[in-house]
């Protein structure tokens, strides 16, 4: 069993960062984080395998975000620069077993999510 926890999501102006952190306990392999905005589906954001050397961006992060891992502290991260509006949502990070998945439903376990709110 796997127990994920974020935190650091917060309220920023545009143009502003944050830097989002997702604490596991537990084994962890791929890890995800995906984002869901009021109204919407659950989106892929970003993607990172457990070694790191391999990621994965929405287009629509590429250039902005960068997701990052410790192992040693068993942490995954996901800097924002260059925040928008549009990237108002709330941000889960999730685990998966499987290689380089963009999809929801082929993470296993998630955490409670963190409220990100960029104000224009």
């Known amino acids: 069993q796997v127990q994920l926890v974020e935190s650091g999501g917060g309220l920023v102006q545009a143009g502003g960062s944050l830097r989002l952190s997702c604490a596991a306990s537990?084994?962890?392999?791929?890890m995800g984080w995906f984002r869901q905005a009021p109204g919407k589906e659950r989106d892929f954001v970003a993607a990172?395998?457990?070694?790191?050397?391999?990621?994965w961006y929405a287009d629509s992060v590429k250039g902005r975000f960068t997701i990052s891992r410790d192992n040693a502290k068993n942490t995954m991260y996901l800097q924002m620069n260059s925040l928008k509006p549009e990237d108002t949502a709330v941000y889960y990070c999730?685990?998966?077993?499987?290689?380089?998945?963009?999809?929801?439903?082929?993470?296993?376990?998630w955490g409670q999510g963190t409220q990100v709110t960029v104000s224009s």
């Open positions: 999730a685990v998966s077993r499987l290689f380089g998945r963009t999809a929801s439903r082929e993470y296993d376990y």
């Open positions: 990172i395998s457990w070694s790191g050397a391999h990621t």
């Open positions: 537990g084994g962890t392999n791929s």
